[in-house]
């Protein structure tokens, strides 16, 4: 099966920067559109950023600036760069992925990581 596993979260001071990584394991046709999201303590999931297997990419507008997406087809990896970071980054990160499994009948379909907890904080 498709698993989605994050590493690189952690704590960090206001300013400084974390780079978050997604690899996608398991057996699969293809991997489509990539994302991130996070959830902070006592609020809904949010979207942060996506990239097209074409590598086109979209960050939220509150973010544009701090925070970049990317992905590395030859690993099945995805990454999300985050610099300035703020008290209010702070939030559990999702990878998200969508891909075609290796079983009929082929569908894409969606997966998720475990997610990576972020911490900014002084």
């Known amino acids: 099966q498709v698993q989605l596993v994050e590493s690189g979260g952690g704590l960090v001071q206001p300013g400084g920067s974390l780079r978050l990584s997604c690899a996608v394991s398991?057996?699969?046709?293809?991997?489509?559109?990539m994302g991130w999201y996070r959830q902070a303590p006592g609020e809904q999931r949010q979207l942060v950023a996506t990239i097209t297997n074409g590598n086109t990419t979209n960050i939220v507008d509150s973010l544009k600036g701090r925070f970049t997406i990317s992905r590395d087809n030859a690993k099945n990896t995805v990454y999300l760069q985050m610099n300035s970071l703020k008290p209010d980054d702070t939030a559990v990160y999702y990878c998200?992925?969508?891909?075609?499994?290796?079983?009929?009948?082929?569908?894409?379909?969606?997966?998720w990581g475990q997610g990576t907890q972020v911490t900014v904080s002084s």
């Open positions: 398991g057996r699969f046709l293809s991997i489509d559109d």
């Open positions: 998200n992925a969508h891909a075609s499994p290796y079983r009929w009948p082929y569908n894409r379909e969606t997966y």
